[in-house]
């Protein structure tokens, strides 16, 4: 049987790009034949990465079969992979996230979650010696992952390990990281084909604020304008969204990756109270610029509070 | 803040000797003080092996205070840990057991899990050439560890993985494994001090069978004449045992190590329908014989049927 091997829902870069690195890994050096599969559509910047490095792009599966074998990269919460993934034969976990609960395996196995920036970072230490013999294309992808996951380094996620290796990938690639970076970035930040309500959930997770849940929606862009201009749009879209989804407001913050800020639509009066507590903000209008904010996993989901 | 490190409730030789041989490492490799605890008073080959390498007992701990430092390790499944546990500051997991979920963390950490025998394995492969520096207290820990999961290398668990590094620790140390096995069975078969509700709950988890609750209980020895000559009170002590732990009943594997094979106490027409049902085997009388039986984890929680 051959093991699939996929990311969370809403495939970013590292939840497209890790799967297809580690689909490599289990059938060219481990002799375990398996397949990198998509929950979703991949955003701009991961069908760039596939595009650019001449990679197929991944057959997208709905749910998955009970008893098959499947490795789990970059989540390890149940609400960001099928409904049925606990009848699955999880064979292994490699994630760089917080530890949620809620997935059990029936004997034990491969497990390796670690504060890194990047899930790409964390497999090129499992493969060790290894990583040097794969085709370029895969380390194209672990490249365009590390960069994306760190924002070409800004995040305050990065680490020095995820630097050395992309680093070393890109040598190895000839690739001029500053360059690369801006490519992947004008195509992510190339939102133009999609709806304001694919818009709050292009990169969004939930999370509740002492029984208030949000929707905590990212969209990282090197041009701001484009979605802000748009801005109206989505504050109405908002309401929407958020019944349609079951939370009590989408939260969306325009993270400004050359600038190193966030700017957060504040659409009412709960939004506002939230920036004002969360970030000492001062609010005058329907949206507030937030310096140095570009993480939600370090910066934004600490400090919500209502 | 020095950091706790340790394993289950009711220590056996690898929830005793593993967060020693961690505490040492994040101390002295890493830079990170750090403590060995128990949850309970170790076994009595766990005694053994303080003794033999010259180990202090590490203090016995009800409980963690919130936001308190923790290494978590030989588990991962809250019945088995400080009802607290998730409020304190889990930094990273380490364990070869399988996922249970419900374990939270508040950042990414560190996760190790992997299908190998002990505990003490991983960490040999976490730690890398630092092992080398480990005094012979440290690795004296850690080959018992091994020898004592493995039962010598008898149980289904072993993978070669795991002998390989007993090998070559015995070799450092100048230890001939038999010979050193020997001893630490002697010492865990004796059990002489320990009333019959000690033992049933000695080396026990919960399982539920379709909705029936089990204490599943596994007494490991060289000497299985001794535990059975007390075979009477031993399933007297089964009723007021399950009743006060909240399970519909108790079954106790004794596991004879040398032999290979366990006997399971059958003390009514539950555990006897079963033992027919899980390991095919034909009961008459109040005990049955199980051939090649000795891993709860490989053999008798995947058998179990009603």
Known sequence: MTTLVFGHK??????????????????????????????????TEAAFMLQRWGLEKPEIISGVAEGQAVVIVDTNNPAELPADINAADIRAII?????????????????????LACTATIMADLMGSSLSTAPEAIKGAM??????????FRSP????????????LAGDLGVEIPAYAAEMFAAKSDVSAFSEAELLRMDSKEYAVGGTKFRVSVLETTSPGMVLDRKAAL????????????????LLFVVDILNEEATLLVPNDLVKTLAEKSFGASVSGDAVVLPGVMSRKKQIIPALKL
């Open 157 to 168: 996620t990065t680490t020095d390990h995820d630097r050395a290796l992309a680093e070393r």
């Open 235 to 250: 504050m109405e879209a908002m309401g929407p969204v958020a019944a349609e989804d079951g939370v009590e407001q989408v």
């Open 143 to 152: 490249l365009t992952c590390i960069l994306s996951d760190t924002l070409e």
């Open 10 to 43: 809403s495939p970013d870069t590292d939840s497209t790009g890790s799967p297809i690195a580690w689909a490599w890994y289990l059938t060219e050096v481990v002799g375990t034949p398996a397949k990198a599969v998509l929950l979703g559509e991949p955003n």
């Open 95 to 115: 994630d760089h996230h917080k530890l949620v609960g809620g997935l059990e395996t029936a004997e034990p196995i491969d497990i390796t979650i670690r504060p």
